[in-house]
C-alpha cells in the first residue's frame, strides 16, 4: 500500500495511459486483473473546455475503476487549468495527471505533451497553476528527455515537485525514440534518487521479472504497464502475484483468452455502440490472439466483422478448432 496525495493505491502495478486504447471497457477489464491504479487515455483540454461531445464521452469513468488517473493534455496554461478545474469538479477521478510525454507532431504542434520537456521552467509554471485550481492531486507523465543531448529529467521532476505534484510517471525514452530503442532506466533511478515524491517506472516492463527488477534495482514506487497488457490482462495479474508472492502463475488457455474477449467487447459496445466497438475490437482481438498458433487465417474475418454475433461465433470457432487441440496435446504430455 502506497499513496498518490490522499489515495491509496492497493499494489506497485499500474496501468498505463494509452492513447486510442485506455477507455474504460479496456481499464476495467484490466483492473479486474488486479491493477493497483488505472489511467486513461490523455483527452485535449480544448477539448473539455469546448464541451465536444466525443470529449465529454471519454470522461466516463465507472465506480468499478477506482482508483484511477485521469490524463489532460495542451500547451496553454489558462486553457490547461480550466479542463483541469472541470477534471476536479465534474468526474469521479481520483487523480489528474498531465500529459508531458506524447511524441506524436499533431500534440507536439500544439506545444503539449513532449514539447514541455525542453522547458523546467514552464513545466513548473504550468503545473504549480493547476495544482493551485484544483483538489484532487496532480501528477505527471513525462519522457527523460527530447533526445540525446536535451535530457532534463531529473530538472523537470524537481520542477513539478516544486510545483506540488504528487507524483510522477517516467517513461525511459526520449521524445526522438518514441517506442523505439531501448529504456534508459539509469535516468529513472536519477529521478528517484533527486526528488521526494513517489516515482513511478515505465519502458520496457515486459514480464513480471521485469517489474520486480526495476522496483529492486531502480528504486521506484511503482512500474507501469503499457503494451505488454494490450490483449493479456493477465501479466498484470502475473506481475502482481509475483511481486506478492515470488510465483508466477501460469498462461491462461484458449478458451480463457477468448472469454475475457467476449467480456471487453460487450463492455465496449455499451460503452460506445455496436458499430464502433467491433471496429475498435479488431485490433484488440488481434491482440488477444497473438501467439496462438493457426490464428492467422481468421484475420480477414475478424476484420469484417460488424456485429457482435459474428465476432463471438469466430472467436467460439477458435476455441473448437485452436483451444481443444492445445487442450489434448497438453493432456497427452
Known amino acids: 500500500m502506497w499513496k498518490i496525495g490522499d489515495v491509496e493505491i492497493g499494489n506497485r502495478v499500474v496501468l498505463a495511459p494509452m492513447a486510442g486504447v485506455s477507455n474504460s471497457a479496456f481499464r476495467l477489464t484490466v483492473k479486474e486483473f488486479g491493477a493497483g491504479l488505472v489511467c486513461c487515455e490523455m483527452i485535449s483540454d480544448k477539448g473539455i473546455n469546448f464541451r465536444n461531445k466525443r470529449t465529454l464521452e471519454m470522461l466516463y469513468i465507472d465506480e468499478r475503476e477506482h482508483p484511477l488517473s485521469l490524463q489532460i493534455f495542451g500547451g496553454e496554461k489558462d486553457s490547461l487549468v480550466e479542463a483541469a478545474k472541470f477534471v476536479d469538479k465534474n468526474t ?65 521532476a524537481q520542477a513539478i515537485e516544486r510545483a506540488g505534484g504528487a507524483a510522477v510517471s517516467v517513461h525511459g525514452r526520449t521524445r526522438v525514440q518514441m517506442y523505439d530503442g531501448k529504456a534508459n532506466w539509469d535516468i529513472i533511478r536519477d529521478v528517484k534518487q533527486a526528488v521526494k515524491i513517489p516515482v513511478i517506472g515505465n519502458g520496457d516492463v515486459k514480464t513480471p521479472q521485469d517489474a520486480k527488477r526495476m522496483l ?63 471496429k475498435e475490437m479488431r485490433k484488440h482481438t488481434a491482440w488477444y490472439l497473438k501467439g496462438i498458433r493457426g490464428s492467422g487465417k481468421f484475420r480477414n474475418a475478424i476484420n469484417s466483422c460488424e456485429k457482435r454475433q459474428d465476432l463471438v461465433k469466430i472467436l467460439d470457432t477458435i476455441v473448437e478448432e485452436i483451444g481443444e487441440k492445445e487442450k489434448l496435446e497438453q493432456e497427452a504430455v
Not at 514506487?221 to 510465483?247: C, F, K, S
Not at 501460469?250 to 460506445?272: F, Q
Open 92 to 156: 469521479n477521478a481520483d487523480i489528474i495527471d498531465i500529459n508531458m510525454g506524447c511524441p506524436v507532431n499533431k500534440i507536439i504542434k500544439c506545444e503539449a505533451g513532449a514539447r514541455w520537456l525542453l522547458d523546467p521552467n514552464k513545466i513548473y509554471d504550468m503545473v504549480s497553476y493547476v495544482v493551485d485550481a484544483v483538489e484532487k492531486p496532480v501528477t505527471v507523465k513525462m519522457r527523460i528527455g527530447w533526445d540525446d543531448e536535451h535530457i532534463y529529467a531529473v530538472e523537470n
Open 216 to 278: 529492486d534495482e531502480i528504486g521506484v514506487d511503482g512500474v507501469m504497464i503499457g503494451r505488454a497488457a494490450l490483449g493479456n490482462p493477465w501479466m498484470i495479474y502475473q506481475t502482481v502475484n509475483y511481486l506478492e508472492t515470488g510465483v508466477l502463475p501460469g498462461e491462461p488457455s484458449i478458451r480463457e483468452k477468448m472469454e475475457v474477449c467476449k467480456k471487453h467487447m460487450d463492455r465496449l459496445i455499451n460503452l460506445k455502440g455496436e458499430k464502433v466497438a467491433l
